[in-house]
């Protein structure tokens, strides 16, 4: 078992290495000379994708621990933390977070952190019950996974086919329900909400949860029937919205070797085939590597992927996709995105430096125990890749979708 190792380590003991990390992978962060404008400091302490505490700096500088699960500004704190360490590849460690008005930065990390009694008992803890659950580490041998589930809500915008103005998902659809609306707002003095959100039921297979997905569009449809309207997926097809295809991960724990794993096996291929321009302008805000939520289900959202609702085809490579790497990330043990300079081009989607990656990414998910399982799906993926073709953000989802 291999944590937090030797290159990363060497990283994270330099500071300038440390933001020009930070600063590929848009995480927000302060330099050492700029930190004193912060407001309040806090360190978060992690192992392997999970809190383990959240501390303030109290009066001679000792820690008092801070309630952070269901605070909004513990949420956001501990997100922020997440992806400051993954940024570094690092499993675990302590993430100094600054909080200056309504922003979180982050400041320093302690891949060696000092423990106090209770963290050290947190880390402990923590180790072993890693151990238990037998889960693969770089340079262990893989172990079988347990049964993975889907879920996703996806998000699509509504196009006046006349004028190509974007008309609010709010004129027809509620807040909640298997087809709602998510919480971005087209203007604050109006209050109507901006993106139509698909909620289906979860699956443990990705042609039920696609199947799942065509019911709750065609009961989309069923409220709007008006064919003047027209739907659109992808990145971010209007400039002022970006769109997401989240997927939703239950049935198995999130560690940082399968986080790697999605990034690289799953987010990488899926950027290969957007539209450049419009991917990179969502990546502003949105769509960055390593992006996690914790679900109250004790599941994950992986958060990083434009909107694949494009046509089923694709939705149901995409989801196969992700199932494989879920199932089989103890096989899928690359990670080309661990470099600063790659991750920036990811991030501005510069895709010429990643072509001649794809067949050896490849070749290890056709390797993996349940390719064959998800081949024919995965084809058309596949083929996009090698002809260097991109979704199409323009199209009519009822269309593509017959509904």
């Known amino acids: 078992m291999t944590l937090n190792r030797r290159e990363p380590l060497i990283q994270a003991q330099d500071p300038a290495a440390v933001q020009a990390a930070w600063k590929a992978a848009r995480v927000r962060s302060l330099p050492p000379q700029d930190s004193g404008q912060v407001r309040r400091r806090l360190r978060i302490d992690l192992f392997n994708g999970r809190v383990l505490a959240m501390h303030a700096r109290g009066r001679r500088g000792r820690l008092q621990p801070v309630t952070w699960d269901g605070t909004r500004e513990g949420v956001l704190l501990a997100w922020h933390a997440m992806r400051a360490l993954h940024a570094l590849r690092l499993d675990f460690g302590a993430v100094w977070m600054g909080v200056q008005g309504l922003r979180t930065y982050?400041?320093?990390?302690?891949?060696?952190p000092g423990l106090t009694p209770n963290l050290a008992a947190a880390y402990a803890a923590a180790l072993e019950s890693l151990q238990a659950e037998d889960h693969w580490w770089p340079g262990d041998a893989p172990e079988p996974q347990p049964q993975v589930v889907l879920g996703a809500d996806p998000e699509f915008v509504l196009r006046d086919r006349v004028?190509?103005?974007?008309?609010?998902?709010?004129?027809?659809?509620?807040?909640?329900?298997?087809?709602?609306?998510?919480?971005?707002?087209?203007?604050?003095?109006?209050r109507a909400l901006a993106l139509v959100e698909v909620r289906p039921s979860p699956s443990d297979d990705p042609v039920g949860l696609v199947d799942h997905i065509r019911e709750a569009l065609a009961l989309a449809s069923q409220r709007m029937p008006s064919r003047?309207?027209?739907?659109?997926?992808?990145?971010?097809?209007?400039?002022?919205?970006?769109?997401?295809?989240?997927?939703?991960?239950?049935?198995?724990?999130?560690?940082?070797?399968?986080?790697?794993?999605?990034?690289?096996?799953?987010?990488?291929p899926v950027m290969m085939i957007e539209r450049a321009a419009t991917a990179r302008l969502r990546r502003h805000r949105y769509g960055f590597l390593g992006d996690v939520r914790l679900k109250d289900h004790g599941g994950f959202e992986y958060r990083t992927l434009g909107s694949w609702l494009?046509?089923?085809?694709?939705?149901?490579?995409?989801?196969a996709l992700a199932k494989l790497v879920a199932s089989d990330y103890q096989f899928l043990r690359q990670d080309r995105l661990g470099d600063p300079a790659r991750q920036e081009a990811?991030?501005?989607?510069?895709?010429?430096?990643?072509y001649d990656l794809m067949p050896d990414l490849w070749r290890d998910l056709e390797a993996s125990p349940s390719y064959q399982r998800y081949a024919d799906d995965l084809d058309l993926l596949r083929s996009m890749l090698?002809?260097?073709?991109?979704?199409?953000?323009?199209?009519?989802?009822?269309s593509t979708w017959g509904v």
């Not at 027809?172 to 087209?186: A, E, I, S």
């Not at 003047?228 to 997926?233: K, R």
């Not at 090698?386 to 009822?398: A, F, S, T």
């Open 163 to 190: 004028t190509g103005r974007m008309i609010p998902a709010s004129d027809f659809f509620p807040r909640y329900g298997l087809v709602g609306c998510d919480r971005q707002m087209v203007d604050r003095s109006t």
């Open 228 to 268: 003047d309207i027209e739907w659109v997926a992808g990145s971010r097809p209007f400039a002022r919205f970006a769109i997401g295809g989240h997927v939703h991960f239950s049935g198995l724990t999130l560690t940082s070797p399968l986080l790697t794993a999605l990034d690289n096996y799953l987010a990488l």
């Open 106 to 112: 982050a400041l320093s990390v302690e891949p060696s």
């Open 310 to 319: 494009v046509s089923p085809n694709l939705a149901r490579a995409v989801l």
């Open 346 to 354: 990811f991030h501005t989607c510069l895709k010429d430096g990643f």
């Open 386 to 398: 090698q002809r260097r073709q991109r979704w199409n953000e323009h199209v009519d989802l009822r």
